[in-house]
């Protein structure tokens, strides 16, 4: 029973790493944003197994947050978004598909040789599944850093925060205030972001934030 | 425990929160803007009494010597700055860049912030601190934006990415803290609680605890603004309504520090993990001397003065990575002395910058002429904030270079050459603004000279004769910050 445990887990939470990679090299709006809806679905099957192992009955909350907000709202919410906008062919890469998979690769072995030699004393369960938490909030880090389309920054900062609430669901016992206020906070940073892209749209008529950069502070 | 204990905790947390929704439907902005003082007089009224009446701590809720100072100073410059916003506000309306819905909007989350940042600083659970600096940066992120310009946009954008991003590290810090803390204190709520993960830290895991800390620093630095993670504060400060920079530069950094030295105090009681000082101290020796030479290329005033911030923060962080008791002394003298002295030059901004219609250092000339009253203060502010004698900076800078200096003279050279690059620039601005030609803007002004009177009085009375019982409580928090 525990072998099994630990090995859904891990499968997971693998899942988890791997879906953060594959939104790496999309090309596409809509397919970034498919990508991330599979990786709400995993968080939240991720969430809802620990729910089990652990027998914490609240984690089924997180986990049904996750699925229902972040698999099927902000996904279908974004896709108005951009169909409004028309950009769904808008993503632009600062730096290549190439260098950037090279560098999330770099980035999942630091976290895994930092995490794991760190927390050698926490149960391995608790321990794999804070390396593969690291490893997606770097990946989300990454993704932000390389992107230039708002949408996709929204996308990445997204992403990090699911790293974050697998963090926290693996974290045995972490009390339930910290996990509502996690999703509730995502909800509220949606609504502020929403706002943004309306005011960024109506001004700009472009929301690729490479071009809010004319306005470069001082250099008037 | 008595009923009068149990009131102060509860009155600063309430009064925002319930002033918040009060104002939010009040149409009348003369009003809401007399409530809104009111409102922050009476959170500062009560957040006095702890003097007296020390609350109780709970499981939620700590009032202890050390954040007693930061709220103290957070209600007193949030009070200042709501009487300082009712004589500017007025103006906005009139040249039409804020409607009367965005001041009702404005008002409400002027007091949502107070809130926020009172609730962080009296959290006894880093979960819940780290909820309420989230709120407070969620709205300042709207304030920031409330002018809906395209330099407005692009800086609340540019904060809320950095701000979200720091905020998601500091999240990703707390869970290791609870982490390292689980295989001693057992799972739940006595994982998060300040005071009980200080009586057992030292038995914690101290690897987890370091990399804890890393992310922490970086988390909460990015609210500090400290040097690699700056980007976000000077646009915020230079497109948001002046009230909101003041807030931002003389309270929201402090609370972000005030989460900073929390952890570092964690992190001193465990033996075995790394010693969180030196890192502080390069980190703010790094935002000192970058801020003191960026000083020079600015062209906006609150840009300047925004630099100013990351340059002040910077001094202050590296003052209590030094530590010792005279170290922490000048840190916290300086922290205080910033937040007075840093407010009341954004009022003074804030004024100049109506009465000119621009921000553009190089079109606000010959102020002691036109505007004696803004212009003389501009120049008071300057001095002091530039640490010239007698005002309180200079007190706190000299105590900062003397400590460092008895144990690390080349810190100490590197310090007191950044304190001069920024005098240099500083000075170079000020000449032009108060003293240049004289242009246009001598309409009269309807300045309110309480607040800015109020800050530099105090500032210059800690310079000249600082109050015994201040010293004396300072001296016995710098004891306590080790």
């Known amino acids: 029973m525990k072998g099994l445990a630990f090995d859904v887990a891990h499968l997971l939470a693998g899942g988890l790493v791997l879906v953060s990679f594959m939104q790496l090299y999309q090309t596409r709006l809509y397919a970034l944003l498919n990508v991330f809806a599979v990786q709400a679905v995993l968080l939240s099957l991720s969430v809802a197994w620990q729910a089990w192992v652990q027998d914490a009955p609240h984690l089924y909350i997180t986990a049904a947050i996750a699925f229902l907000f972040k698999a099927l709202i902000i996904p279908i919410a974004m ?23 090279l560098a999330g690769l770099a980035l999942v072995a630091l976290s895994i040789v930092v995490m794991l030699r760190i927390a050698e004393q926490a149960d391995p369960l608790a321990r794999e599944d804070l390396a593969f938490a690291l490893s997606v909030v770097l990946l989300g880090l990454l993704m932000m850093v390389v992107r230039r389309n708002a949408v996709s920054m929204v996308v990445g900062f997204m992403s990090l925060e699911n790293g974050l609430i697998l963090a926290a669901a693996g974290a045995k016992g972490m009390p339930l205030v910290v996990e509502i206020s996690v999703a509730f906070s995502v909800l509220v940073a949606f609504t502020v972001i929403g706002v943004f892209l309306f005011r960024i749209r109506e001004r700009f008529d472009t929301i690729d934030s490479g071009a809010l950069d004319r306005f470069q502070g001082d250099r008037q | 425990m008595s009923g009068a204990d149990f009131d ?170 609870y982490m390292a803390a689980r295989p001693i204190l057992g799972e739940g709520l006595s994982g998060m609680v300040w005071t009980i993960l200080n009586a057992h830290v030292a038995e914690f895991d101290p690897a987890l605890l370091n990399l804890a800390f890393v992310f922490l620093m970086l988390g909460y630095g990015t609210k500090v603004g400290l040097a690699p993670l700056h980007a976000w504060l000077p646009d915020a400060h230079a497109e948001g309504p002046t009230p909101i920079s003041a807030v931002l530069s003389g309270l929201l950094l402090n609370v972000a520090l005030y989460a900073v030295l929390r952890f570092k105090l964690l992190l001193d009681a465990n033996p075995g993990a790394v010693a969180p000082g030196p890192l502080m101290a390069t980190l703010g020796l790094v935002s000192l001397i970058f801020a003191a030479f960026m000083l020079y290329r600015r062209r906006d005033i609150k840009r300047l003065f925004a630099f100013s911030s990351i340059e002040h923060m910077g001094i202050i962080v590296f003052a209590f990575g030094m530590g010792g008791a005279l170290a922490n002394f000048a840190g916290l003298l300086h922290m205080t002395m910033h937040s007075l002295t840093k407010s009341a030059i954004f009022f003074t901004v804030g004024h100049i910058a109506q009465l000119k219609g621009t921000q553009r250092i190089a079109d606000i000339t010959g102020l002691t002429v036109t505007q004696p009253w803004l212009g003389w203060s501009l ?58 030609e004289p242009t246009g803007g001598d309409r009269p002004s309807t300045a309110s000279s309480l607040p800015i009177g109020a800050h530099f009085g105090l500032v210059l009375l800690a310079g000249i004769y600082p109050p015994p019982p201040l010293v004396a409580w300072f001296q016995h928090v710098a004891a306590m910050l080790r």
């Open chain 2, 379 to 436: 120049v008071v502010g300057v001095f002091a904030i530039a640490g010239l004698p007698p005002w309180g900076v200079f007190m706190s800078e000299f105590l900062v270079v003397t400590s460092t200096f008895a144990r690390s003279p080349v810190l100490a050279l590197l310090l007191v050459f950044g304190l001069l690059v920024a005098f240099g620039a500083l000075m170079l601005r000020l000449q032009g603004m108060a003293f240049g």
């Open chain 1, 79 to 101: 896709h108005r978004i951009i169909a409004r906008l028309g950009i769904e062919r808008d993503v632009e890469n600062v730096v290549g598909i190439g260098p950037t998979m």
């Open chain 2, 8 to 177: 102060a905790v509860t009155a600063i947390l309430v009064v925002p929160a319930a002033s918040a929704a009060a104002l939010a439907l009040i149409a009348n902005y003369r009003v809401s803007a007399v409530v809104n003082v009111l409102s922050s007089l009476t959170t500062l009224l009560a957040a006095a009494t702890m003097f007296v009446f020390k609350p109780a701590t709970g499981l939620y809720f700590l009032v202890d010597d050390l954040n007693i100072v930061f709220i103290v100073l957070n209600t007193f410059v949030a009070f200042t700055t709501s009487v300082f916003s009712a004589s500017y506000i007025g103006h906005e309306l009139e040249t039409g860049r804020l409607t009367p819905l965005h001041l009702r909007f404005y008002h409400a989350m002027y007091q949502i912030l107070l809130f926020a940042m009172n609730l962080a600083l009296v959290a006894n659970n880093i979960g819940l601190m780290w909820v309420a600096i989230e709120m407070a940066t969620l709205t300042t992120v709207a304030m920031v934006g409330i002018y809906r310009t395209q330099e407005a946009i692009e800086a609340a954008w540019k904060y809320f990415i950095l701000g979200s991003v720091g905020i998601a590290l500091a999240l990703f810090g707390t869970i290791l803290v």
